[in-house]
């Protein structure tokens, strides 16, 4: 059985940083690309970043660049997002998805919440 | 970037109904457009893949045409577990990857 299990998430202050990590389970996790989305309360869905199975291609929303860091590790299955300088805005259910073919969000995990305020 | 435009914002339709729902891209995507389903509290689930192609175990009730710039989801016959946020993705041309602002499906 496919499953992805975010952790991490939390209340933090504005400036301050938080990693999530989203652990995947069922499948051959190096065979995939990885995601992270996210969802304002409320709101819709927003990409946030995309992480190529070798790690060799990463890309990410405009909105975060610069102060987010998606990762992975294939040896433990995992995927990571170290976000930074973290703004209110940023507040969101953030959700790790499988790439099933090229930017198509095959399988999601349940979602972690970030809540940033002071 | 390619902006998607849903419509209607919201759809109040009956079990039993059939629903049509809308998806306009700002610029052709070709083919390369997905549908999900959202549920309160829970996560998005995978429909429909480039324009037409049904997700693993999604009923066949579910079904999207289109390419370029329109696109169609359409449930046949609104079951009651189809009430929920729809949402249509692109991938054709990214990053960045973009959704549109999802269509609520609501009872009526």
């Known amino acids: 059985e496919v499953q992805l299990v975010e952790s991490g998430g939390g209340l933090v202050k504005p400036g301050g940083s938080l990693r999530l990590s989203c652990a995947a389970s069922?499948?051959?996790?190096?065979?995939?690309?990885m995601n992270w989305v996210r969802q304002a309360p409320g709101k819709g869905l927003e990409w946030v970043s995309s992480i190529s199975g070798d790690s060799i291609y990463i890309y990410y929303a405009d909105s975060v660049k610069g102060r987010f860091t998606i990762s992975r590790d294939n040896a433990k299955n995992s995927v990571y997002l170290q976000m930074n300088s973290l703004r209110p805005e940023d507040t969101a259910v953030y959700y790790c998805?499988?790439?099933?073919?090229?930017?198509?969000?095959?399988?999601w995990g349940q979602g972690t919440l970030i809540s940033v305020s002071s | 970037e390619i902006v998607l435009t849903q419509s209607p914002a919201t759809l109040s339709l009956s079990p039993g109904e059939r629903a049509t729902l809308s998806c306009r891209a700002s610029q052709s995507v070709n083919t390369y457009l997905a549908w999900y389903q959202q549920k309160p509290g829970q996560a998005p689930r995978l429909l429909i893949y480039?324009?037409?192609n049904r997700a693993t175990g999604i009923p066949a009730r579910f079904s999207g045409s289109g390419s370029g710039t329109d696109f169609t989801l359409t449930i046949s016959s609104l079951e009651p577990e189809d009430f929920a946020v729809y949402y249509c993705q692109q991938r054709s041309n990214w990053p960045p990857l973009t959704f549109g602002g999802g269509t609520k499906v609501e009872i009526k």
């Open positions: 998805a499988r790439a099933d073919a090229v930017a198509v969000f095959g399988f």
């Open positions: 069922g499948f051959t996790f190096s065979d995939f690309d």
């Open positions: 480039d324009a037409s």
